[in-house]
Structure formats: C-alpha cells, structure tokens
C-alpha cells in the first residue's frame, strides 16, 4: 500500500545512513515488501554527509517508489542527529526505525509497530532485542559489559538498547530531551516519562556490504557522560502534575 494524495500517512520508517549506497535498494525493497498491504507508511533515509553513491541511489529509487524520502545532512552529525531529523520531518503517528546496512531485517518492522498500535497509549517503545548477533566476539563482548553497566546504573531493564529496530509514538520521542546519544538510552527515558517497554526478538544478520559507519555504545569510554547525565535526569524528574483548565 502507497500513500496517495488524500490518505494520511500512519506510519514512518525512517533510516539513518552514511555512504550505504550498495546496501540501499535491497534494503528499501524488504521494508516495502514487509509493510505493503499492512499501513499506509513511508520511508525516510537520512543521508548523513554521504560521499559515496548514496544520495545518486536514492533518487533513483524515488522515482520509482512514491513513499521513499530523502534528506541530507550538509555534513555527518551521527547517528542520533540523522534519527532525530527523520523523526522531525515523519508524517505518521508511529515511527519505526532500523539501521541502513541491512543487518536489521524488515521483516520484524510489523511486530514492532503492532506493539506500539495495540499498546492502548500505555507504550512508549517497541524495541527490538538481538539474537544470534553477526558481529565479531569482541564487539559483542564490549557490548555485553557495556549494556550490563548501563542497566546497572539506569535500571532500565534492557538487555540490548544497541539493536536500530524499534519503533515508538512520534510525540513521545519529541519529548525527549535531545542529546547526541539519545537513540541508545530511549528505554531508561521512555520509562522515566511513565511509559511501558514491549520487547521483540529479532534475529540478527550480516550486513550486505561496506562497513559500519557508526560507532556503537560498546565504545564505553565515549558514552560515560551520557550515561551520568541520563542519569541525572532520571532522578530529578518531577511528577507531572494534573492541570484542568476552570471556566
């Protein structure tokens, strides 16, 4: 299903990338293949300051899939920017996200979108949780120590906030403060704003081509800061209080 002119897109999927262009078309064709018939959504790729084919590879794509955006970033800001400018320019109530070098399989985008659909407005994140991880012993190593730091600190009782596959109400991740970073401690500030957390399995895989471009949080010694101060947001959040409006 496409949007035409007069549907209301329900849903965003919005892509981060920098220089993906080979993984590009294989990836933009799953997530069409897993979404159509289900919503009427859109694809958003934020090109991140790529100085490969990327931007080349999408504007031909957009010439032959209506729903497919793109936006570019003068200059690379990270990933957490490249999100943030997806979500800020969604048309859908409910964004979902996945890293653009197709170690994420669209095929769980359904899944993480139902949960928030169906969550009754009581859940803030969907957030897909690795099985059978591709990365190297190493990576998955430093990821393991730092996701065991970070929920020993935060209390946010998730085993993998590194996986790109979630989605969320897009109001909800417009009150959030913004921090580079953000993305890898969505769980520990939904939470902190009163919401649930519904957890998908997905199954990892290789990505098709390239290398990766973003760091990850197993870099544990570039997220100490973030970690303190999502921290202190987390204790000095107040209740909000109850507000009626007297005629």
């Known amino acids: 299903m496409t949007p035409s002119d007069t549907d209301a897109v329900a849903v965003s999927i919005v892509v981060p990338v920098r220089n993906e262009a080979e993984n590009v078309a294989p990836l933009v064709a799953e997530i069409i293949s897993a979404l159509d018939g289900r919503w009427v959504y859109e694809i958003i790729y934020v090109n991140d300051g790529s100085t490969d084919a990327t931007a080349g590879r999408l504007a ?5 899939h209506r729903q497919l955006r793109q936006l570019k970033h003068a200059n690379s800001s990270g990933q957490s920017a490249a999100v943030r400018s ?7 109530a409910i964004v979902a996200t996945l890293d653009g070098d197709g ?3 669209p095929v769980f985008l359904p899944d993480l979108i139902a949960a928030v659909e169906n969550g009754g407005g009581r859940v803030g994140l ?3 949780q690795r099985v059978g991880r591709k990365d190297t012993g190493f990576k998955k190593l430093q990821s393991r120590i730092a ?3 970070r929920n020993g600190i935060l209390r ?8 790109g596959l979630k989605a969320f ?6 009150s959030m403060p913004y921090f580079d970073g953000l993305h890898r401690f969505l769980p520990a500030l939904v939470r902190r704003e009163g919401f649930d957390i519904a957890y998908v399995d997905v199954i990892d895989r290789p990505r098709h081509s390239g290398v990766s471009n973003y760091g990850f949080f197993d870099r544990l010694w570039i997220g100490i800061m973030d970690l303190a101060g999502v921290w202190w947001l987390i204790r000095r959040k107040k209740p909000t209080p109850a507000v009626t409006e007297v005629l």
């Open 86 to 92: 997806g979500v800020r320019a969604a048309r859908g």
């Open 103 to 105: 170690q994420n399989n």
């Open 169 to 174: 109400p897009r109001e909800v991740f417009m």
């Open 126 to 128: 969907a957030a897909g």
């Open 147 to 149: 996701n065991g730091v």
């Open 60 to 64: 031909d794509l957009m010439k032959q």
């Open 156 to 163: 946010d009782g998730t085993r993998d906030t590194g996986c």
